[in-house]
């Protein structure tokens, strides 16, 4: 069941915790989608936190704090990815729209766009958290390009503008959602440290395992212990706040496309079949039973008696099913003077397990690192003692080029597992990728900007060679406002009407009198083919493409 749409959607700044809401039943109803989420954001906490401790503690700290950080780098991005996917689900729970797996290419163009949006965020928060003033916007900014930058084909001029355009709607509702947020991710952080600091003591209680934390409640306030602690509290408020940003965006993009009253529709449909079919059991449910208990039943043969032997076997064969033994009186055991408890002996086997996995674990470690510096010394020159600076340069670069060597191999191993893949699926993925990439013409939320003007215009010719000549003059149409766009004499923006272009033009290219007079006549005869009863004809679709041809004379030199 999908998220209802806020009932105040189209009125100035709806209530924050009426998105909370939603956003809770939107997690609620789809929680395959915080698979993604973990996938994505899991990896990244421990990265976090691992480097955290290890700059904070180690004493190698200075070597390693590129490698790691570059990691770390890698981390934040394979999380912005997975938030991406995880943002599409419930965007696509919200609007009753299943979303479909993504192919390999839609994974990397989203890791692009969120590689090119998400470097500036940390950057961009800090300071927006210093001055404090425009922290909202900025949050529903990132949030809102997490949710477009989802790998599709789309510029990122349209990105940015797309999410700036969400963050700006509804002010106060996002100040609110915010300091609602903030103070609930203050309350479980509280309870994520009382828990955390109680923690060893429970488990020195009930097990008796004792720890150095148990011993000594000071082991705990350290820098890592708040870090672990903000980290857990980060998964826990984090999708909820993503969940409000889905239905933010998602009602922001009905403002134009009205997409909240077709899921409105589509629900109270499912719902009145759901009460209808309750409203058919409840009349036939006392026609059936009485039926089924009336005089043809009672005249029925009695059942024959069960012997007592046969009945007693059955009832304890019943009472001794798994989920009948805890009515059954506890059985004492004869216990060892001096012997351990179950759960002790149960956490020393593990104990004594988790040890030697880790021994073997770190014994091949080991192994593998005395064959690469065997490998190493073997390739390495000699040296001189007088020039160790030398010696590290070279090593590292030869480890670099090891490192690239691996990668290269992967890459190729990737590049032919693509290939076979596409051999295998054949015309049919070509098909879908063929489908991807074509916008959908007979759809008003087509913008001339999902294309360059050279693909509309490709797109148009072709289908009117096809004889789809309706079709191919709104693919025209699209081309021109794309064309004209480039040149800057035109805006591109969904909200604007074919008037509000001609308007736009003759007060821009008002020393282009061939161009306003070409997308005038256009514009006249895509509102008759498009939107009236007029049928495209041949002559139609030449006179469009020759108006289009003037356009572009007119642009040259």
């Known amino acids: 069941m999908a998220a209802r749409p806020l009932t105040t959607a189209r009125s100035p700044d709806p209530p924050a915790l009426e998105l909370l809401d939603r956003a809770f039943h939107l997690l609620r109803t789809r929680p395959a989608a915080l698979g993604a989420y973990a996938l994505g954001s899991l990896p990244f906490a421990l990265g976090l936190l691992f480097f955290w401790s290890d700059m904070s503690r180690s004493a190698f700290a200075e070597e390693r704090a590129v490698g790691e950080a570059l990691l770390l780098t890698v981390l934040y991005v394979w999380m912005k990815v997975w ?20 192919p390999l290419w839609r994974y990397l163009r989203a890791a692009l766009q969120q590689v090119t949006i998400q470097a500036t965020a940390p950057v961009a928060l800090l300071a927006a958290g210093i001055v404090l003033l425009p922290s909202a916007w900025c949050v529903a900014f990132y949030h809102s390009a997490t949710l477009f930058g989802n790998g599709r084909r789309t510029r990122l001029g349209t990105l940015v503008r797309d999410s700036w355009g969400q963050a700006r709607l509804w002010p106060r509702q996002n100040h609110a959602l915010l300091a609602v947020a903030s103070a609930f991710a203050l309350f479980v952080f509280l309870e994520i440290l009382v828990g955390l600091f109680v923690l060893p003591e429970l488990l020195r209680r009930f097990t008796g395992v004792e720890t150095v934390f148990s011993r000594s409640g000071r082991h705990l306030l350290n ?26 965006c998602f009602q922001g993009q009905a403002l134009s496309s009205g997409e909240d009253v077709r899921t409105g529709l589509m629900e109270a449909r499912s719902r009145r079949r759901r009460t209808g079919l309750g409203t058919a059991l409840a009349i036939l449910a006392p026609v ?11 005249a029925a ?28 009186p506890r059985e004492r055991l004869p216990s060892e003077a001096g012997s351990r408890g179950p759960i002790e002996r149960f956490l020393d086997r ?24 065997r490998v190493l010394r073997q390739s390495a020159p000699r040296e001189d003692a007088a020039a160790p600076s030398l010696s590290a340069w070279k090593q ?54 999902q294309l360059p003007a050279g693909d509309w215009l ?15 003059i709104r693919a025209a149409y ?80």
């Open 83 to 102: 938030q991406s996917r995880f943002m599409m689900e419930l965007l696509g729970e919200a609007s009753l729209r299943e979303e479909p797996p993504w």
């Open 223 to 248: 820098s890592t212990f708040l870090a672990a602690a903000a980290m857990l509290t980060y998964l826990v408020v984090d999708p909820l706040l993503r969940a409000a940003y889905v239905l933010r």
């Open 288 to 298: 059936l039973l009485a039926g089924l208990c009336g005089p043809s039943a009672s």
């Open 301 to 328: 043969a009695a059942p024959e008696p069960i012997p007592p032997p046969r009945l007693e076997e059955a009832v304890r064969r019943t009472i001794s099913q798994p989920r009948y033994t805890w009515r059954m």
């Open 350 to 373: 593990i104990g004594e397990w988790m040890r030697s996995a880790w021994r073997w674990g770190w014994e091949r470690l080991r192994d593998l690192a005395s064959w690469l510096r």
């Open 396 to 449: 590292f670069i030869r480890i670099l080029l090891i490192g690239l060597t691996a990668l290269g191999l992967l890459a190729l191993l990737l590049y032919g597992w693509v290939l076979w893949r596409r051999r295998r699926h054949g015309s049919a993925a070509a098909v879908e990728a063929e489908t991807v990439a074509e916008p959908d013409l007979a759809s008003e939320a087509t913008t001339a900007d």
């Open 458 to 472: 490709e797109l148009a010719r072709r289908l009117m060679a096809e004889g789809a000549l309706r079709r191919g």
């Open 478 to 557: 699209l081309a021109a406002i794309a064309y004209l766009a480039d040149r800057q004499v035109l805006t591109v923006a969904r909200h604007k009407s074919n008037l509000d272009y001609r308007r736009e033009l003759a007060r821009r290219a008002h020393q282009l009198p061939e161009v306003v007079r070409s997308f005038d006549a256009n514009v006249r005869t895509f509102d008759r083919v498009w939107y009236g009863t007029h049928t495209a004809t041949d002559d139609d679709a030449a006179r469009f493409l020759e108006h289009f041809e003037r356009m572009r004379k007119s642009f040259e030199p």
